[in-house]
């Protein structure tokens, strides 16, 4: 548990099902409060124009790995995925956090589940495509810029950088 900057514990728990909905929602409303030059209403709707179904999140993290976070009310703050298969593992394919809790800790204390997990699993790296806004947070936790990509989305195109990170081998 860690206490964010409004002085509220935030909980860091494994992804369940019963967290899809919420987690829809808070994906789709952290992409269209964006505020930044680089991303117009047609990237972000591009990126996220309505919530996708909560069927969408239940089979991808029944696949994957999956933590969110949890203000003092049990409300879903944030969430990150991990995916786990042997060709992409590592991979993070979801870094969020609800728009009112950004630059509190939270995607840091997600970012550092994350990559615990991974360790005890012996990965031997995290990887991710990070935006422009995200980018800053992975360096700050280690992350190395690898190359910057372009990916193409809905005829838009989203700037982006794939970066990655060794993990030491975890000791018992």
Aim: no cysteine.
């Amino acid at each position: 548990m860690i206490i964010n900057m409004t002085g509220l514990p935030v909980k860091v728990i494994e992804f369940h099902p019963i967290h899809a909905k919420e987690i829809s929602q808070l994906f789709h409303l952290a992409v269209q409060a964006i505020n930044h030059p680089r991303y117009n209403q047609a990237k972000k709707d591009a990126w996220s124009a309505k919530p996708r179904s909560q069927k969408h999140w239940q089979l991808k993290y029944k696949r994957h790995k999956a933590w969110v976070a949890q203000d003092h009310a049990h409300n879903i703050i944030g969430f990150i995925g991990l995916e786990t298969d042997f060709t992409h593992q590592g991979y993070i394919n979801a870094l969020y956090v609800h728009p009112n809790y950004q630059h509190q800790g939270v995607a840091s204390q997600l970012l550092t589940s994350a990559t615990q997990w991974a360790k005890q699993q012996q990965y031997p790296q995290l990887s991710v495509d990070a935006s422009y806004l995200s980018k800053p947070l992975f360096e700050k936790h280690g992350f190395k810029i690898q190359r910057s990509i372009i990916q193409i989305t809905k005829q838009q195109s989203l700037a982006a950088f794939t970066l990655s990170k060794t993990l030491p081998a975890f000791v018992q």
